[in-house]
């Protein structure tokens, strides 16, 4: 090799030993930077996760312990008025056992309000659609019960709504008011049921219930309806809880009632026809049947305590499943 050459003059001779040593030197620091980095990674996504868990769990405790607190003080019993007061119980919504419109719920509430030494009357402060035949009438029993034994008049004051088994409720009181756009009435009974042969022949699905008893399946949706059961329920059961509803309402309301023919049909009126009907005595709130027509100023409320998801929901879960039971309650 000539060494005057210009193309090798000066141009360093590669080592291929010394090469290959670097590059597998370099290739163990590389990986131990790589893991580095990804150990701090996960430890920075372990950080933000525990601390995200952390602030969670600290709103969590400081919402249960205001919920908690809250609950106390509204169960606290309030001391009883040393003044003149009028005792208000509340029914809201559809009324049906085991909620908080039962007679379990509402008849411990009136119990309370007239046994209030300083109660000049008790007000029920009303707004349904009805429901229960059955939860209807131990309310309005209650009432006729506690009238009698405490000699207190009772008002009862309807909203938007004031029908079936909420009117039954209302008919024990000694007077019934309401708004001039109130529904009022609906003094009759119903009951809902459904059938689907026709759809199930249609897919093909077959009944195969049994049962013991001629008329055990009365209301089996998924098989023929028996005309001979359905006369006897709606004669032995709908009518009698029909004729049980109207001696209620005549025993409760006397000669004030009108002889309209509709008026126990099922039909339902506004608050001013109802007036003219003998269904209620009157238009007006809550402020003036307290205020006007029983002459104090403070009122009282009978309240059942409420449950931690009540608190931290308030009525939501409630409220829908009333609307829904509007809709799909059997016998009202």
């Known amino acids: 090799m000539d060494s005057n050459n210009p193309w090798t003059?000066?141009?360093?001779?590669?080592?291929?030993?010394?090469?290959k040593s670097s590059s597998n030197l370099s290739t163990p620091a590389l990986d131990r930077l790589a893991n580095a980095?990804?150990?701090?990674?996960?430890?920075?996504k372990w950080s933000r996760r525990w601390t995200?868990?952390?602030?969670?769990?600290?709103?969590?405790?400081?919402?249960?312990s205001v919920v908690m607190l809250v609950g106390f003080f509204n169960g606290a019993k309030k001391p009883a008025s040393s003044e003149g007061h009028a005792a208000l119980v509340s029914i809201q919504g559809s009324i049906m056992p085991n909620s908080r419109t039962s007679a379990n719920t509402i008849n411990p509430l009136l119990r309370e309000a007239f046994e209030s030494r300083?109660?000049?009357a008790v007000v029920i402060h009303i707004n349904s659609p009805g429901g229960s035949p059955v939860q209807s009438a131990l309310?309005?029993?209650?009432?006729?019960?506690l009238k009698a034994l405490h000699n207190k008049p009772v008002y009862v004051v309807a909203e938007d709504l004031c029908a079936s088994g909420c009117y039954y409720i209302a008919a024990a009181a000694d007077q019934i008011f309401a708004n001039k756009g109130s529904i009022i009435g609906s003094i009759?009974?119903?009951?809902?049921s459904f059938g689907f042969t026709e759809l199930m022949?249609?897919?093909?699905?077959?009944?195969?219930?049994?049962?013991?008893?001629?008329?055990?399946?009365?209301?089996?949706?998924?098989?023929?309806?028996?005309?001979?059961?359905?006369?006897?329920?709606?004669?032995?059961?709908?009518?009698?809880t029909h004729q049980q509803f109207i001696e209620v309402v005549q025993r409760g309301r006397g000669d004030r009632l009108s002889d309209d023919p509709l008026l126990f049909s099922g039909l339902v009126w506004l608050g001013d026809e109802?007036?003219?009907?003998?269904?209620?005595?009157?238009?007006?709130?809550?402020?003036?049947?307290?205020r006007d027509v029983i002459g104090v100023e403070q009122v009282r409320r009978y309240e059942a305590d409420k449950g931690l998801m009540e608190h931290i929901l308030g009525d939501l879960v409630s409220e829908t499943a009333l609307h829904i039971s509007n809709h799909f309650i059997g016998l009202r």
């Open 9 to 19: 003059e000066n141009k360093p001779v590669e080592n291929p030993g010394q090469s």
């Open 37 to 44: 980095a990804d150990a701090y990674v996960n430890q920075e």
């Open 52 to 64: 995200n868990i952390l602030k969670i769990a600290v709103v969590l405790y400081i919402t249960v």
């Open 118 to 120: 300083n109660a000049q």
């Open 139 to 145: 309310i309005n029993d209650e009432i006729t019960r």
């Open 188 to 192: 009759g009974v119903r009951f809902d």
């Open 201 to 240: 022949d249609n897919l093909g699905v077959e009944n195969r219930s049994m049962t013991a008893g001629e008329f055990k399946s009365i209301v089996n949706p998924f098989g023929e309806e028996d005309p001979a059961a359905k006369q006897f329920f709606k004669e032995r059961v709908l009518e009698r």
């Open 274 to 290: 109802a007036v003219e009907l003998g269904l209620i005595d009157g238009l007006g709130d809550l402020g003036f049947v307290v």
